[in-house]
């Protein structure tokens, strides 16, 4: 993924649009959220199996995955370039973070929280 690229797209877009002015700090954070619950929305009341459906790349609600999944990045990507955040020095600086907290040799197999080792 080439994110200057993506950003430059997306402005371009919204430009074209006139949907700058709706893409302030505030609005964007909420549509991350929003989008983040829809894609929630389609695994409520799922189980294991309906789970597996969803890697068979005709399952009609893998599609609706891709497209929320979609709309999350679309916003987050807006953010980080309105905000002026490098996505990957971001992204690799918080995954060195978690590294620390998560030493993997204490962690393995383990779903508990840092303060909870």
Not at 36 to 49: A, D, M, V
Request: contains cysteine; proline residues 1%.
């Amino acid at each position: 993924m080439n994110e200057k690229k993506l950003q430059k797209i997306l402005s371009e877009f919204a430009r074209k649009r006139d949907w700058e002015q709706f893409h302030n700090l505030k609005n964007l954070a909420i549509s991350i959220n929003l989008e983040s619950s829809e894609l929630l929305e389609i695994f409520q009341w799922k189980n294991r199996e309906d789970e597996k459906l969803l890697m068979d790349v005709n399952c009609v609600d893998r599609k609706r995955v891709e497209n929320e999944i979609s709309d999350i990045v679309t916003y987050a990507i807006r953010l980080c370039d309105i905000l002026k955040i490098d996505l990957e020095t971001a992204m690799m600086e918080k995954l060195k973070e978690n590294g620390e907290k998560y030493p993997a040799d204490q962690v393995k197999g383990s779903a508990r929280k840092y303060d909870e080792y």
